[in-house]
């Protein structure tokens, strides 16, 4: 069964400064994609970005980045010039293509808050 | 922006009581989905919905759970008899093709309280 692991519960990162937030996973597939959610406090998740496993390149999106480290299994999220706005649970989730209609596993989320 | 809405925001029901949660899903969207997320804990896949039937569902949707698209706008999440470990917040989620892998529409939440 594929899983995915947050070890980081919180974390903290100064205005305009630069965050990472961990995400391991476990799969014996080989075609998948990886996502990372946004959920501000009483808001709806909302995707960040996206990988496909397929693809060697790094996914980016404006201030947003991910190190995706395929043999590894490593999957993290980089925020550039932090605003108060990033301030939010993050999650990691991991997509499997074949199968059914398939569904999101989630990590647990890592709480990210921004100091001003 | 055309976005995912639920109702209600918070109930809070006894034990053994029976509980429907709404979901208006993004109108042209055609897989629908529900996860919940227990306090503290990940986000849970529950079912997802196409072509008005069941196409995958979890362990924990056990026979106490049903889904149904009552009226092609409406996606609806009931509880037959709800128990304590019923309580948590409970997402509705919408998607468009088979393309768009894993990226779901998710609305606010139901926040469930069994007591």
């Known amino acids: 069964a594929q899983t995915v692991t947050q070890s980081q519960p919180e974390m903290s990162v100064q205005e305009a400064e630069t965050v990472t937030l961990s995400c391991t996973y476990d799969t014996s597939e080989s075609d998948y994609y990886l996502f990372w959610y946004k959920q501000p406090p009483s808001r709806q998740m909302i995707l960040v970005i996206r990988q496909e496993a397929y693809k060697q390149q790094n996914a980016t999106e404006n201030r947003f980045s991910v190190n995706f480290q395929k043999a590894a299994k490593s999957f993290s999220l980089k925020i550039s010039d932090s605003q108060l706005g990033d301030a939010a649970m993050y999650f990691c989730?991991?997509?499997?293509?074949?199968?059914?209609?398939?569904?999101?596993?989630f990590g647990k989320g890592t709480k990210l808050s921004v100091k001003p | 922006e055309p976005e995912v809405t639920q109702t209600p925001s918070h109930q809070v029901t006894q034990m053994g009581q029976e509980v429907i949660l709404r979901c208006v899903p993004i109108?042209?969207?055609?897989?629908f989905y529900w996860y919940r997320q227990i306090l503290g804990q990940k986000v849970e896949f529950l079912v997802s919905?196409?072509?008005?039937?069941?196409?995958?569902k979890s362990e924990i949707f056990d026979d106490q759970f049903s889904v149904e698209r009552p009226d092609g706008s409406n996606f609806t999440l009931k509880i037959r008899s709800t128990k304590l470990e019923d309580s948590a917040m409970y997402f509705c989620a919408s998607r468009n093709t088979r393309q768009s892998h894993g990226e779901l529409f998710f609305g606010e939440g139901s926040r469930l309280t069994v007591l």
């Open positions: 919905f196409y072509n008005n039937e069941i196409s995958e």
């Open positions: 109108s042209n969207h055609l897989y």
């Open positions: 989730a991991y997509w499997a293509v074949m199968g059914s209609q398939g569904n999101l596993i």
